[in-house]
């Protein structure tokens, strides 16, 4: 299985009445009062270290991804943190961008040329992310039209992948993108292209375009296994459907982990910053997360039938005590071995071959970070990479350049990043 | 009240069905409804009683299908038109409140020949930065009585309700309803309209409650300096529902300045 650390990028510290005082953490959080330039250039270069620090901690994968004046994540664009790491991660990771948010491009070449740029920069390291994005960042924070929002990802999705594939020039007449002359420069260096990567919520036409295109399937929620097993359930009930087989690497999603020496330590090391995420940094009010029309007639008709709303109200307004997040899967927390045993658990009955690792969590300083960071690496990875190995199934969504396999120094590349 | 008749009209074999509420006899005019949905109400039934009132719901929400073939503002213009033919319709007037106001203006800014007299109420279209219209998609329900209506405790507040949200279809039913209308006034529901008013022919009236606490009755104004033949009637004691809320003062003016039998 492979490991892979995503780092949201929250700002760590917002006041303690944050929840009370403000409307939400996305779309309104304001930011001349709340979001100071002189911390968020403390924070970067965090994020990059830890990011950094877990190429040579032997991470698989190093994961970054796209929000909107959103405060538990304000990397706007993920490709500058991408290209940063691109010359900073010796140990050749793979850089999954999960993504570009294809409906706010305009053209979305934009979208094939920097993608293009970084697979060249990284030697072919790149996973293409192509979410369709939340609504709050494309309807709300970049003024796209609800009903627009898929037409948009499709036809992006259409012109990105004709431009990496077809000699140019060539003329492409879309509705939203109409180009006469489609000829970037560079194409990618992965061929036929870099393997793409879809992060989805539940909506049916994603979990239909991933296997479809044999794309991988990401659900990357905040609410951990449990919760994920009706969407995980949806795609592979798709698969299934569709004749596709169930190779586990087709699948991946997000999960928040904190390891510590022993589970009581972990509670005591995590508590604090696992709480700031759950009631700050998810601090959004139903109006603002959904608009209407952003998932289409059919989305809506199924996402309502089958409860998802009332799913995400439930887990939202659930205590977030220690022991309810344990118990309800929103962490995984403990022990190396405790975290091992519950991710493989976790990871078989979702049958994901990709674990998305959030190990930095809300207002997780630095140094703890990095601790949850090498207790991950030594202790839980060594564990957990074999899950799959018995069912003898080939990566195929793996970025070509990238290592293809924890080697074996892995732990000892630890020490470095220790001293 | 008189109960309207109620038909489905299939248009370009069948791309567009729409749900249409008829009653009356005599001149036709055709009332465009806003984001609240389409109900035949007692202002309705009120103009029935001398001319032939005809009510589309609008696409894509409530009974009416075929939203996905209309792209922007031009498409549900041209839209009308057809729908206007196939209903045989001639020279008509037409009424529209809020996101319908808006619409019926396009429709007479871009057909002023066909339109005879317009009647806007309180008709979103136009944007004003120091009257910054609030985002229709994220009110909160509990504050629509507030928001809506000049007297939040009178009577209309009842029926200023939100969907219940045990009942999957009626959650449903709400968001097709309420994205079938911000796909034509998002994110600002200024898609260039004052740039086509100066085409409107028709005899225009514009009402506005004073206290419309949604749209300012600053937009009155707006509209009437941007319409050639176009006066404004503010209406005190109402919201942005002043056919409801002041229904029998609204009444008198509208059925005065409409055609009758």
New interface residues.
């Given amino acids: 299985m492979k490991s892979i650390f995503f780092h949201l990028m929250p700002y760590r510290d917002l006041p303690p009445d944050f929840e009370e005082r403000y409307e939400s953490v996305w779309v309104t959080p304001p930011n001349a009062e709340l979001c100071d330039p002189v911390r968020v250039a403390q924070y970067y270069k965090w994020n990059l270290d830890e990011l950094e620090l877990a190429d040579r901690l032997g991470f698989d994968g190093l994961g970054v991804n796209e929000h909107h004046q959103n405060a538990y994540g304000f990397m706007a664009s993920p490709n500058l943190m991408a290209a940063a790491l691109a010359r900073r991660t010796p140990n050749n990771s793979a850089i999954l961008v999960l993504g570009n948010t294809l409906a706010l491009y305009n053209p979305a070449l934009r979208v094939a040329e920097e993608f293009a740029m970084l697979d060249c920069m990284t030697d072919g390291r790149l996973a293409a992310g192509f979410p369709v994005g939340t609504s709050m960042d494309v309807n709300r924070c970049y003024g796209i039209t609800p009903t627009e929002t898929r037409p948009r990802f499709n036809e992006a999705h259409d012109l990105i992948m004709k431009a990496w594939t077809q000699p140019g020039p060539f003329v492409f007449n879309g509705r939203f993108n109409k180009l006469r002359y489609v000829n970037p420069w560079p194409q990618p260096l992965q061929k036929p292209h870099p393997p793409v990567w879809l992060a989805g919520g539940g909506s049916v036409e994603t979990w239909e375009m991933a296997v479809t295109n044999d794309y991988t399937y990401n659900f990357l929620s905040f609410f951990g296994y449990q919760f994920a097993r009706k969407v995980m359930g949806g795609f592979w009930e798709t698969a299934a459907r569709l004749g596709c087989d169930d190779n586990p690497y087709r699948a991946g999603f997000a999960q928040q982990i904190c390891v510590s020496e022993t589970d009581a330590q972990a509670e005591h090391d995590y508590l604090e910053h696992v709480t700031y995420f759950f009631n700050k940094c998810l601090h959004i009010p139903p109006p603002i997360f959904e608009t209407p029309g952003y998932r289409t007639r059919r989305s809506t008709e199924f996402a309502i039938k089958t409860g998802q709303p009332g799913d995400i109200v439930k887990m939202a307004t659930l205590e977030k005590d220690w022991k309810t997040l344990v118990d309800h899967g929103f962490i995984i927390a403990g022990s190396p071995e405790t975290v091992a045993d519950r991710l493989i658990e976790a990871c078989r009955g979702l049958r994901v071959g990709n674990l998305i690792a959030l190990l930095q969590i809300g207002s997780m300083g630095h140094e703890l970070t990095k601790k949850n960071l090498t207790l991950f690496a030594e202790g839980v990875i060594p564990r957990i990479k074999h899950l799959w190995a018995d069912e003898g199934w080939q990566h195929h969504w793996w970025p070509q350049g990238a290592r293809q396999d924890a080697p074996s120094s892995a732990v000892a590349g630890s020490s470095v990043a220790g001293s | 009240m008189t109960a309207p008749s109620e038909d489905v009209v299939e248009l370009l074999d069948g791309k567009f069905k729409t749900r249409v509420l008829t009653a009356g006899e005599g001149p036709p005019v055709v009332f465009l409804h806003g984001a609240g949905g389409l109900f035949w109400d007692p202002f309705l039934d009120a103009l029935a009683s001398r001319r032939r009132v005809i009510a589309p719901q609008h696409p894509g929400s409530g009974g009416s299908q075929g ?1 996905e073939h209309l ?1 922007d503002v031009l498409d549900l213009v041209l839209y009308y038109g057809e729908l206007f033919d196939v209903l045989g319709l001639g020279a008509v007037s037409l009424i529209g409140h809020s996101f319908g106001g808006m619409v019926a203006a396009e429709i007479a800014a871009t057909n002023p020949e066909r339109i005879d007299k317009l009647v806007l109420l309180a008709p979103l279209g136009l944007w004003i930065d120091d009257h910054p219209i609030p985002d229709i ?4 329900p509990a504050g629509l009585p507030a928001l809506l209506l000049a007297d939040p405790g009178g009577p209309l507040a009842g029926l200023l309700t939100s969907p219940d949200v045990t009942d ?1 279809e009626a ?2 039913q ?7 209308i ?2 034509f006034i ?3 529901p200024d898609k260039g309209l004052n740039r086509r008013l100066y085409r409107v022919k028709a005899d225009t009236l514009v009402v506005w409650g004073a206290q419309d606490r949604l749209v300012d009755p600053a937009y009155g104004p707006a509209f009437t300096a941007a319409i050639p033949n176009a006066r404004l009637e503010i209406v005190d004691g109402a919201g942005h529902l002043p056919q409801l809320e002041q229904a029998a003062h609204v009444i008198g003016l509208v059925d005065g300045f409409l055609p009758s039998r």
């Fill in positions: 939203l792209e998609s994220t009110l909160d999957p959650l449903f709400a968001a097709m309803g309420m994205a079938s911000l796909q998002w994110p600002i």
